[in-house]
């Protein structure tokens, strides 16, 4: 019964203050607040690289219902720094899970809230804005969790992908294949490797920091830019490194982060987002076909609207239909796309996945 | 390209007398059609035979005949009126069936009338159940084995070779009678006899019964550049066996994971396009089979039908507004969410709270009806309910029910033992959740329950949650309740009067109001808004619920 578990609070760096339950692991955790509308696939979402640094809130009210299982992971571990929902679950329907959320969590050093009146802490980070917050089942005096809160740093300007990436390289899919990606790791979900590997591709993932002269090792006939966590701006090497991509004029691909240092690398500026999109119900349209896409999302930053419009060598190929910012470019002389949505969409509705397909189309044409 | 502008009258057809399986739900539809096609400056007339509608209220249409739902009618109005198109998707099945019938007899060629917003040829194949497993056998789409038997012999040699639990589906019936589930051998004969005599041309369907797998319904909409949304995703406490209408639904699904999900709303997809290039609503449903996630359609309505008033109403997205739109040659992209007016129409709505559908049966109005729940559909209407977790919703649709049901907590306690309870729920019946209830308070595990009843056991475990803060209620006077318990209690759903009956000791439910007011446990009032708080809302409807 939630009235006999311990107590837990969570604390915002407003001020704002609230209650509820500890779940998951003792303790305390720090991070920037955001929240997931998204009413299935939280596991892939906990383990997502890019939610490094985040304390995240799940607007779905029953987490857990269906239990973990390993296969629908998105990297090894749990990436959020901390979870806050209204109804966790330690029961679960599904007969194939391999265990319950609570102790997932607790396996992986996790502090939960749960019985927090979400909809109304949604609310106030939909006006107020993305702001750090701190969660604790073991602190319960308020002026002491704002005093640790005030040493977290801010997300702005702060470069968190070569925390997440690879630090070895290692290769997927078929070493015989025809096509061969070099994927560049910022913090990379495990099912885009797959969606290019069932394409027949060969791809080596290389860590963050790996320059263009090792890449080319690799002899690739295409290059991927990965998702990942953190600010673009901060991360002059990766900047540098799309930049040298270029100059090989070989199909790129870039995905959320991706797509934020492949506009980087042409000077347009991106920008912290008031408090982000994140969840599988955010509309999309391609205005080169026309079609529409309902399109999963996670991002803090965008690209500067302005800036893309007025670049006289990138052509903008997507559009969101709530606040029309911009989901997708394209280069107009070289062979590079990328859009700010997750086109690999796990979790999330699979309409967009014929990215991957004209990735590698476009690798195909571009050999011949 | 935005709307059709050579449309600028249209005839709108209601469903007509009410009757079980197509209830008010088609006025809400029609009412909310007339009103979306006035918006454009569509003049909008509309038929029916019911006159106890909101649809027929003068002020819904630009005129309103009351005259009986038939072809001389529709002629009468076509003489009457100069009327471009018709849309007949807003009436269920008595509407589609006019429709069809003025067509073949030219009516609507003679008067120059144009069809919009459905597929006849797309309706033909769903409604006809070879036709339709024919066409999801050849998009690769699983179904439950069948095999059209034309004889007594056939009938038998089908049923050997398909195996029992069966279902015998005799053709061309209204409503399904004359079928039904066939467990053993035993009651082959009888079954199959029934079933070929009760149909027309001496014809039944023989098939694979797939008792205990869960069941699903997705609502899609459609737009004429073929852009799809689903609107939402319905999951059924009843495992297959029990008709959707008699099942208490839950949204948003409750017990899938999103590789399961995803899944399933590929196929639909791919089901509804299948089918024809129609614009507007469409409802698939699915079976999945617990043990292994194997997925088989059940059925596709492609149309606005019965369970999109109810997806309407828990996702706050105006299925049946939409569809009229789409119908008149809008694309989803062009319009707006109702709710938030500033964000695109087409997306996929995101709640934040859960509904429980629960329906609502008179067998007591019905003397010698069989109250077992199975193919057909029985109840006469239902409730819904919301609340911000499946505790608190299904016991606001216990209390919503209008019978003694104070809350799923406390109804009359059953006088049956342990054994026999467990005997009553492995049948279907109107007041089984309560009975599991009981099962639960004597003790029953929740494991022989899923085994008797094929409930996810997600729902019981929820369900365990309720009978273990009754009991821990029960030890306290309205004096003693500690405040914690008692806000609990409100959470989960527990009813002022329900929590005074559990209390120990003479209590009323003012007592129990005026002391948890005196502890500050009052209501909050929560939106319903498409978008789980993401935006905000500019036209949201509430609830009420409970908070820390
Ligand atoms: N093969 C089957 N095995 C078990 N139950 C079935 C089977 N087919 C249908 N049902 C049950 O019967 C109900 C009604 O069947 P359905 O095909 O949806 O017809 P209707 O047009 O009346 O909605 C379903 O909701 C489902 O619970
Ligand atoms: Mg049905």
Redesign the interface.
């Known amino acids: 019964m939630p009235h006999t578990k311990q107590p837990a609070v969570l604390v915002l760096a407003d001020g704002h203050v609230f209650y509820g339950q500890a779940f998951g692991k003792t303790g305390t955790t720090t991070g920037e607040i955001c929240f997931n509308t998204g009413m299935t696939g939280y596991q892939e979402v906990f383990t997502d690289p890019s939610y490094t640094g985040q304390i995240l809130i799940m607007n779905n009210v029953h987490i857990g219902n269906y239990g973990v299982k390993d296969s629908d992971v998105e990297s090894n571990t749990v990436k959020i720094r901390g979870l806050i929902a209204r109804n966790l679950e330690e029961q679960f329907s599904r007969i194939q899970a391999n265990g319950d959320v609570d102790n997932y969590l607790k396996a992986n050093n996790i502090v939960a809230i749960e019985g927090v009146d979400t909809r109304a802490l949604v609310a106030h980070i939909r006006t107020k804005g993305a702001m750090n917050c701190i969660i604790s089942s073991e602190i319960t005096d308020v002026e002491q969790l704002k005093a640790e809160l005030a040493k977290v740093p801010d997300m702005d300007g702060l470069e968190l992908s070569s925390t997440v990436s690879t630090t070895e390289e290692y290769e997927l899919g078929d070493a015989a294949a025809e096509l061969k990606v070099a994927v560049l790791d910022l913090g990379v979900k495990k099912h885009i490797l797959e969606c290019l590997v069932q394409r027949g591709a060969h791809v080596r993932v290389h860590p963050a920091k790996t320059p263009l002269s090792r890449l080319k090792e690799f002899n690739p006939d295409g290059y991927f830019i990965s998702n990942g966590p953190g600010d673009p701006a901060a991360m002059d090497y990766a900047i540098t490194t799309v930049k040298d991509i270029l100059e090989e004029n070989k199909p790129v691909f870039g995905i959320c982060l991706g797509h934020q240092l492949l506009a980087l690398a042409n000077n347009i500026p991106t920008f912290k987002m008031h408090h982000g999109h994140r969840g599988l119900n955010h509309p999309v349209k391609n205005i080169i076909t026309g079609q529409c896409e309902i399109t999963t999302q996670n991002h803090g930053f965008g690209v500067d609207p302005e800036a893309v419009r007025k670049h006289p060598d990138v052509e903008i190929t997507h559009v969101n239909l709530n606040d029309e910012s911009i989901e997708g470019i394209r280069l107009k002389h070289k062979p590079a796309f990328s859009v700010q949505y997750h086109p690999e969409s796990t979790p999330g509705p699979h309409d967009s996945r014929y990215l991957f397909d004209n990735f590698v189309s476009m690798i195909r044409e571009h050999k011949q | 390209m935005p709307k059709d502008n050579s449309i600028k009258s249209v005839l709108i057809i209601g469903s007509g007398p009410i009757i079980i399986g197509q209830a008010c739900e088609f006025d809400y539809s029609g009412s909310q059609a007339a009103r979306s096609l006035r918006e454009e400056g569509i003049k909008v007339i509309l038929i029916n035979s019911n006159p106890a509608t909101i649809m027929t209220d003068p002020m819904m249409a630009d005129k309103v005949y009351l005259l009986p739902l038939t072809v001389e009618s529709i002629e009468q109005i076509l003489q009457e009126n100069q009327i471009d198109a018709v849309l007949p998707t807003m009436g269920g099945q008595t509407a589609l069936n006019l429709s069809k019938e003025a067509d073949e007899l030219g009516i609507w060629e003679k008067y120059n009338v144009r069809m919009i917003g459905v597929d006849v040829a797309a309706i033909d194949t769903a409604e006809d159940r070879e036709k339709f497993r024919q066409l999801m056998v050849k998009i690769g789409m699983a179904v439950a084995p069948s095999r059209v038997a034309n004889s007594f012999l056939e009938g038998k040699e089908f049923a050997q070779e398909i195996g029992f639990p069966l279902v015998i589906r005799p053709s061309f019936t209204l409503g399904g009678t004359g079928g039904g589930f066939v467990h053993s051998k035993d009651d082959l004969d009888a079954a199959l006899d029934r079933g070929l005599k009760a149909s027309p041309i001496h014809e039944v369907l023989v098939e694979k019964a797939v008792l205990g797998w869960k069941e699903y319904e997705l609502e899609l909409l459609r737009d004429k ?3 799809v ?2 609107i939402c ?1 319905v999951e059924n406490l009843d495992p297959m066996g029990v008709h959707t209408g008699d099942s208490i639904t839950v949204a ?8 399961a ?2 899944e399933m ?2 196929k639909a997809i791919l089901m509804m396009r299948s089918l024809g290039n129609f614009a507007g609503g469409c409802n698939v449903q699915f079976a999945q089979n ?2 292994t ?1 194997e997925l088989i359609a059940v059925e596709i309505n492609p149309r606005v039908s019965r369970s999109s008033a109810l997806a309407s109403k828990a996702t706050g997205y105006p299925i049946a507004k939409i569809a009229a739109k789409l119908a008149i040659g809008y694309s ?2 062009e319009l707006k969410n109702q709710i938030t007016m ?3 129409a ?9 509904i429980v559908k629960m329906p609502r049966w008179n067998f007591d109005k019905f003397k010698g009806a069989n109250d077992t729940l199975g193919l057909q559909m029985k109840s006469v209407g239902e409730v819904m309910a919301i609340g ?3 505790t608190e919703a299904v016991q606001k649709a216990c209390q919503s029910l209008e019978n003694d049901a104070v809350g799923l907590g406390y109804y009359g306690k059953s006088l049956m033992k342990s054994d026999e309870l467990m005997e009553y729920i492995k049948t279907p019946k109107w007041d089984r959740i309560f009975r599991i209830k009981d099962a639960l308070m004597q003790g029953t595990t929740i494991k022989s329950i899923v085994q008797a009843t094929g409930i ?3 729902f019981i ?1 929820q369900i365990q ?1 309720i009978c ?2 009754e009991k ?1 209620l029960a030890t306290y006077s309205i004096d003693t309740i ?1 405040a ?2 008692l ?2 209690a409100k959470k989960n759903g527990f009813s002022d009067a329900q929590i005074a009956k559990i209390l120990h000791g003479d209590c009323t439910d003012d007592q129990v109001y005026e002391k948890r007011k005196a502890l500050g446990i009052t209501r ?1 009032y ?1 939106m319903v808004d498409t ?6 809302a500019k036209t949201p409807y509430f609830y009420s619920t409970f ?2």
């Open positions: 550049n073929d852009n949304v689903i995703t948003p699904a409750m017990t899938l994971s999103d590789t999900f995803q709303r590929n617990p043990e996630e989803l992209d500033t964000t695109s087409y997306f996929e709505p995101a709640l934040d709270y859960v911000r977790s499946f996810d056991r997600w475990y949650l273990n803060m821990e500690p914690d318990l806000k609990d909050v929560k978008c789980s708080a993401e935006f905000e908070e820390n």
